[in-house]
């Protein structure tokens, strides 16, 4: 019996494999070197969060854009001469207002605004105080 083709056979079966191997090989290597890559950009990514936010802290409050009428500003202005909350008829009172029911109510939608935009707190019913 000759064995020669059998031999044949098997050196090119192995030739496939090795090269199959070879070019699987060539191809961790592409993906290992892609995934360091990724990973040293997902870990410069978790730097710039943390020094992101550690930096907000120090930024200044950016005001939201009070609604234009003159009352606004004295209105904060109001509480920023006191330390506790104030109800409507006190504000009407620090801006000089009649106490008539029409300027309570007024000066109440105003600081109901205000509460909306996040610059004052309404504590209880009524009582709104500064952020």
């Known amino acids: 019996m000759n064995i020669r083709p059998l031999l044949d056979a ?4 192995e030739d496939a494999a090795r090269a199959l191997a070879d070019d699987l090989r060539a191809q961790i290597d592409d993906l290992q070197t892609r995934l360091r890559e990724a990973e040293m950009h997902l870990e410069y990514l978790t730097i710039t969060r943390k020094t992101v936010t550690g930096l907000a802290d120090r930024l200044p409050a ?6 234009e009428h003159p009352d606004y500003p ?5 509480f920023n001469h006191t330390t506790g909350p104030l109800r409507a008829k006190d504000v009407c009172e620090a801006l000089g207002h009649e106490l008539l029911p029409k300027n309570i ?5 105003k600081l109901k605004r205000l509460v909306k935009l996040r610059i004052l707190t309404e504590a209880d019913t ?6």
């Open 126 to 131: 009524g009582n709104f105080a500064r952020k």
């Open 74 to 78: 004295r209105i904060l202005a109001a």
């Open 10 to 13: 098997l050196d090119l079966q």
């Open 105 to 109: 109510e007024g000066t109440r939608a």
């Open 62 to 67: 950016v005001a939201p854009d009070l609604p």
